[in-house]
């Protein structure tokens, strides 16, 4: 990766983002994107394979191993994702940086309560206490 020593404007920026790090940053968001894709695959096909859709019958299959792995990566994956998300749409439209900043820690703090309290709840049925 050039380094900006190079003796052509291309070389100069060859690699190099407005932060420095946009190509990791798109990377991720892919790679969360196509997580996504198949755990929503992986959702959808277990409940039209589960014989009735009743509270009893999901927690009865949250509570093996087959399903409430697969639904809490799909809890993480998800609000991850969506907080990559919405951090790109603040970057993008809000540009006093005091304000993005704040915007930044509010994002992320409410995202780490919904997977917590998410994560939680499928626990607590994972763990019989539901």
Same mark, same amino acid.
């Given at each position: 990766?050039?380094?900006? &020593?190079?003796?052509?404007?291309?070389?100069?920026?060859?690699?190099? @983002?407005?932060?420095?790090?946009?190509?990791?940053?798109?990377?991720?968001?892919?790679?969360?994107?196509? =997580?996504?894709?198949?755990?929503?695959?992986? %959702? %959808?096909?277990?409940?039209?394979? %589960?014989?009735?859709?009743?509270?009893?019958?999901?927690?009865?299959?949250?509570?093996?191993?087959? @399903?409430?792995?697969?639904?809490?990566? #799909?809890?993480?994956?998800? #609000?991850?994702?969506?907080?990559?998300? %919405?951090?790109?749409?603040?970057?993008?439209?809000?540009?006093?940086?005091?304000?993005? +900043?704040?915007?930044? #820690? +509010?994002?992320?703090?409410?995202? +780490?309560? @919904?997977?917590?309290?998410?994560?939680? =709840?499928?626990? &607590? +049925?994972? #763990?019989?206490?539901?």
């Amino acid at each position: 990766m050039s380094t900006g &020593k190079s003796s052509t404007p291309l070389g100069k920026v060859r690699g190099l @983002g407005s932060a420095h790090e946009g190509g990791n940053h798109w990377l991720a968001e892919r790679f969360g994107a196509v =997580a996504l894709l198949l755990l929503s695959a992986w %959702l %959808l096909a277990s409940l039209l394979m %589960l014989p009735d859709l009743d509270q009893r019958t999901l927690a009865e299959y949250l509570r093996s191993p087959m @399903g409430a792995v697969p639904m809490a990566l #799909f809890v993480i994956t998800a #609000f991850m994702h969506g907080l990559d998300g %919405l951090k790109v749409v603040v970057d993008d439209y809000v540009h006093h940086e005091g304000n993005r +900043i704040a915007l930044h #820690f +509010i994002l992320t703090m409410a995202a +780490i309560g @919904g997977a917590a309290l998410a994560l939680f =709840a499928l626990a &607590k +049925i994972a #763990f019989g206490a539901a």
